[in-house]
């Protein structure tokens, strides 16, 4: 049966909440990428201390929360997820999660976190939401924010599976940078889908940390 259309405020959103985001989430997963994610997180997290609060915008399943329990295991953690089946497998996944079931574009910061990260998810956001989007990571977050993006130096868009306007690299971090003065750049790096160990999908992160 056809999975019913929500109406959300972008074709993104849509795009995401219907049946496209239930066939990624039953794609992404296994014990692989929960592995590459804790490799991931370990270098992200060797410059922060004292994280005992985290949230993830657009957490699909919980892939990398979960690497992010191994590492911080006494961390209370909290997702944004827009896909109904998604959210149902991220609650299975993890066991006393604060899981908010709506667009990140619809969420509203409950409260400051220690860490708020977003992870391959800026990219398949409408770019003129991006500023509302930020503003949103960044009055949730009372330390540190990550993004890990795919970079590049200008805004473009391009093709993903076949499907115009679902795709989109800038300097997602760069941007945020600019926009808020407190925030302070502390690390950053690039992860190669090749890696022979950890593989990622060509990404590349960025920590920062207000001031």
Known sequence: MKKEKENFKTEQENFWAGEFGDSYSERNTGKNWIASNAAFFAKVLKTTNDIKTVIEFGSNIGLNLMALKVLLPNAELSAIEINKFAIRNLKKNIKNIKVFPKSILDFEPDTERDL?????????????????????????????????EYYNPSP????????????FKRDFAGEMLEK???????????????DPNYPQDDITWFLMKKS
């Open 116 to 148: 708020v990260f977003i992870k391959g998810v800026l990219i398949h956001i409408n770019p003129e939401e991006l500023q509302l989007v930020y503003e949103k990571l960044y009055k949730s977050s009372t330390k540190y924010i990550l993004i890990a």
């Open 156 to 167: 473009m868009t391009i093709t993903y599976r076949g499907l115009f306007n679902r795709l």
């Open 180 to 194: 808020y003065s407190d925030l302070k750049l502390i690390d950053y790096g690039f992860v190669y889908h090749n």
